[in-house]
């Protein structure tokens, strides 16, 4: 049948599952959005305050549901709004494709209104991108872009469609999405002999899983592999929900910001067993003394990744979830007792916790998310900015679920979790969601508490509000003789009349009497709702290593004087 440019586009994303998009029209991409009013019965459009957002709300989209992330946005100013989402998904390995208008064909080049070459811009930061200039191409390029986005290691694709093209009429064929297959490569097998070899081997072995696992759904290959060898198991930030969190053996996260167990479990294992992680500098932070008295196996399916930060004993380079299984089927069933109760004993001694700085009324982060880990039952989905609130969300909530759990990690994006949190709840409409924030990422998408209340979607945007920029003060007390340059806010924001002015809830905690019914109310209110959370602006993230610090060496108390 014969199809104009945009309902080949809307066809193809059909055809490739996805029946929800983000975005926000503007001139070049008015053709689309006519074809999306003709299909508002077969693709749901949710339009966001900012294109950021919108990038976010896709990307959080994909996290939690394990489908791909599609945004759309006009040209120009529009699509450069995209970029940092784009950035964010793809330091993350999200599976998203972001859709793009353009100036005609003839006023490519031509410095036009509202053009940019947003494939140029986008190179460093996506896995690929096309610009169309033939209707012809439009729909195998649909298909070859979210090929691309989920094969092998997942990321961002971008397509820039001319408006012309959006508007030329072409002959459609439906066609079935090619399958995605990640062929393991030849000699394969013969890696993971050598690192069952060695597994075998170990009387201390030490697990440390990142986001791979998540975006392979091997979460329960892993839990039979920690069960399998057992073994303790630390995540990286991008990988709090591959493991179950109140499994015994779970230590929480291992890097800057990590469990004092987790650096003790690394120094003293024998060996230590990498999988779909790439060894950041928030978790390796000095790759000279990092797991230096140990042997390391890596599994990865990016070999650009295998050895580049750390170079690793032995490596196997393929799907996590093929080699987790293989590893499950060759694996015999041991048990470490003397190091699993040494892991016990420092859990026990280092278990992580917050001392009240001034009366013990106040309100301390950890009783929050402790608080709220309870009255959710550890299954709502949890986003968050980035900065103190990120860390402590990361240390004190318990994820029992797969992908229930959205954060930049590596790019470290202010203002993604609120679109994220749309996201998330378009896509898992039954789960409660929540996105944790401070002030300052706070003010950063503050915007799209009108997204939350023009699509009537009940997130709660939880704000700790301490009047600083808190992850940068505590650096500067650390580091720069206590000398807070710009990072107090003190903006004099009613956020109950800002929650009012918006159209949705508010809920305002300023002592520790009113954390659970507060948090209740918020949950069971059924409506957008901002809970402002009122902190003291030095309580800080512990354990903490300084940039470049040993692993094995955290700092486990901060004086205030």
């Not at 006519?34 to 949710?46: E, F, G, M, P, S």
């Not at 167990?261 to 978790?283: H, K, N, P, Q, Y």
Request: with cysteine; glycine share 10%.
């Amino acid at each position: 049948m014969q199809l104009n440019g945009s309902e080949i586009l809307l066809e193809c994303l059909l055809e490739q599952g996805a029946d929800t998009v983000f975005g926000y029209p503007g001139g070049a991409v008015l053709n689309i959005y006519d074809a999306l009013y003709k299909y508002q019965d077969r693709i749901t459009h949710i339009i966001t305050a900012h294109e950021q957002a919108a990038c976010h709300a896709a990307d959080g989209f994909a996290r939690t549901t394990g489908k791909t992330g599609v945004v759309i946005a006009t040209s120009g100013p529009g699509a450069t709004n995209l970029v940092t989402g784009i950035a964010t998904a793809n330091m993350d390995s999200v599976p998203l494709v972001a859709i793009t208008g353009n100036v005609g064909t003839s006023s490519l080049g031509l410095d036009s209104f509202q053009e940019v070459d947003i494939c140029g811009i986008t190179m460093p930061v996506t896995k690929h991108n096309f610009i169309v200039k033939d209707v012809r191409d439009l729909a195998d390029t649909i298909r070859e872009a979210f090929y691309i986005a989920n094969e092998g290691r997942q990321g961002p694709v971008l397509i820039d469609i001319p408006k012309d093209v959006t508007a030329a009429l072409c002959e459609y064929e439906k066609k079935t999405p090619k399958p995605i297959i990640n062929h393991n490569p030849a000699g394969i097998n013969d890696q993971i002999a050598r690192a069952v070899e060695l597994i075998k081997e170990s009387r201390r072995p030490f697990v440390y899983a990142g986001g791979g696992i998540v975006s392979c759904n091997a979460e329960g290959a892993l839990g039979e592999f920690v069960s399998r060898i057992d073994a303790p198991i630390a995540l990286s930030l991008m990988g709090q929900t591959a493991f179950y969190n109140k499994d015994p053996r779970f230590v929480g996260m291992l890097g800057m910001h990590g469990t004092k167990t987790a650096s003790l479990a690394l120094g003293e294992c024998d060996l230590m067993i990498v999988l779909g992680s790439r060894f950041s500098d928030r978790v390796a932070l000095n790759t000279k003394t990092f797991a230096k008295n140990t042997k390391v196996v890596h599994v990865e399916i990016d070999p650009a990744e295998i050895g580049k930060n750390v170079k690793p004993y032995c490596y196997v380079n393929g799907d996590l979830r093929y080699v987790l299984n293989k590893f499950n089927e060759m694996l015999p069933q041991v048990r470490h007792p003397e190091w699993i109760a040494q892991v016990a004993e420092w859990q026990k001694k280092y278990a992580l916790s917050m001392a009240p700085i001034h009366d013990v009324n106040e309100v301390l982060p950890d009783v929050v998310i402790r608080t709220l880990n309870h009255l959710t039952g550890a299954q709502a989905i949890i986003t968050t900015e980035v900065g103190q609130h990120q860390m402590w969300a990361a240390q004190f909530y318990d994820f029992t679920e797969p992908r229930t759990f959205a954060s930049s990690g590596g790019l470290g994006t202010m203002g993604y979790g609120l679109g994220a949190a749309i996201g998330a709840k378009v896509g898992n409409p039954d789960k409660t969601v929540v996105n944790i924030a401070g002030d300052g990422s706070f003010f950063m998408n503050c915007n799209e508490l009108s997204t939350l209340a023009k699509h009537n979607l009940p997130v709660i945007e939880l704000v700790f509000v301490n009047n600083v920029l808190g992850m940068v003060r505590q650096w500067q007390r650390l580091f720069y003789d206590k000398r807070f340059s710009q990072t107090t806010l003190d903006r004099g924001t009613d956020y109950m009349k800002l929650a009012e002015a918006f159209g949705i809830e508010g809920v305002r905690i300023t002592k520790r009497s009113e954390i659970e019914p507060g948090l209740k109310r918020a949950l069971e209110c059924g409506r957008p709702c901002l809970v402002e959370c009122v902190i003291d602006k030095d309580v800080n993230v512990l354990p903490m290593v300084p940039a470049g610090g040993d692993v094995l060496k955290p700092i486990m108390e901060m004086s205030l004087d």
